[in-house]
């Protein structure tokens, strides 16, 4: 009878055990996941800048575990990062003082010149990409004008926040603003009244040049604002006789596809509030332009004509971003292009899609429309967790349409990399939803300003 009453127990034991097992989730991804947070996101994140500067030259690599070569705007996004470290205790003031200084050091004293090899920069500017070892010209890139402006907001946000009158910090402030002044913008300002893309010594300037509504208005307003070698005051006439004013998924606004385009400049100028010319017209600011921007991609990837996989309400974001292996197939009965590195985006201008998501296309959005930014970072840090987070927080993108080969038929495509250029949005757009961190260092920089008024910005901030 004893026997009989144990079994009895142990099969209720046993029944119950299979049916809580069944009725539990499954999701090993989720389960096994550190719980999201925005702490441990802004963290992780900074770990990459933090971590990853080359020993040798604390220049930041334009992507890792992939060793290629250090990106000279991720250096800067990396300059800022280190600001966030501060303001958040990730490291000490005195620690994040000595690798500014040390990197400006190195900065400053990279050959510059006008020969195809052996030099980094050459009138101040920078080239697009920098050996790992050396930091020097990486192959034929060219001297970029955007990537420079991106490594010189970097600098700006690093004079302004290192105000201390101890020698550190002055030395911070002296070779940050040496740096800034030797750009020669108005040398690059030759295509028709309009700023190149950039240089290459073998065949002379890039004939496309920076006109339309891009990330390029933070370059735009410091080339403004230099004060010894500005462009032209009626630049900025000229950049906006080039806009395309559109609609899009039920959304009015100043047109661009990835979204990058509508968060690069808007990590380090405040535009809330601030007018000019243009968007007067339009009774808007460029801040309300890139919410609209963010909510018509979001509205499109909801809408998902194309019926890719895991696309939603709360998993979403078209940008510039890696991509799984080219190749051409049908999908869905119409001939598609999956892409490698590629601008994906949606606008009344273009759309471009393959079903590749990256999480910096929400998380650089963050101040524009938080609550469908965060919701959105949650879903894709908990559902994806084991393919797509990691020790830096969000690897690049994915893609769970893309199931054509072996390692990617059950579960669809993950990058394995983490990209310099992705990682900065997320971190420095996250602290200025928080607190205005950035926009409110560089609301104090004399060449933003002055850049600014030059272009005919009023209103807000820029005149209190």
Known sequence: MRQLYIWVILLILAFGCANKAKNEPQDSNVNSATPFSIEELKKRTFRFFWDEAYTDNLQIPDRHPTLRFSSIAATGFGLTSYLVGVENSYVSR????????????????????????????????FYHFLTIDQALRYKNVELSSIDTGLLMAGIISAIEYFDL???????????????????????????????????????????????????AMVLLIMAMGSPTHPIADDAWQGWTSTYEWGEFKGYEFLQFSPLFGHQYSQMYIDFRGIQDDYMQQKGIDYFENSRRATLANRAYCIENPLQFIGYHENQWGLTACDGPPGLDTLWNGTKMRFMQYSARGASALRVRDDGTIS?????????????????????????????????YGFKDAFNLSYTFTEDTKEKGWFDHDYLGIDQGPILIQIQNHQNEFVWNLMRKSPYIKTG?????????WLED
């Open 94 to 125: 005195a620690e994040a003082a000595d690798r500014v200084l040390n990197t400006l050091r190195i900065l400053s004293n990279l050959p510059q010149g006008p020969d195809s090899s052996g030099v980094s920069g050459y009138k101040g500017f």
């Open 165 to 215: 009158d101890n020698d550190m910090e002055k030395e911070i402030r002296q070779l940050g603003d040496a740096l800034f002044r030797r750009v020669e913008w108005d040398w690059m300002y030759v295509n028709e009244g309009k700023l190149s893309m950039g240089w290459r010594p073998e065949r002379g300037y890039i004939p496309a040049s920076w006109d339309g509504y891009n990330e």
């Open 359 to 391: 999480p910096t296309a929400a998380g650089g959005s963050v101040p524009f429309a938080p609550e469908e930014c965060f919701a959105a970072l949650k879903y894709m840090w908990e559902n994806n967790y084991e393919n797509l987070v990691g020790e």
């Open 452 to 460: 600014l008024k030059k272009a005919g910005f009023k209103g807000g």
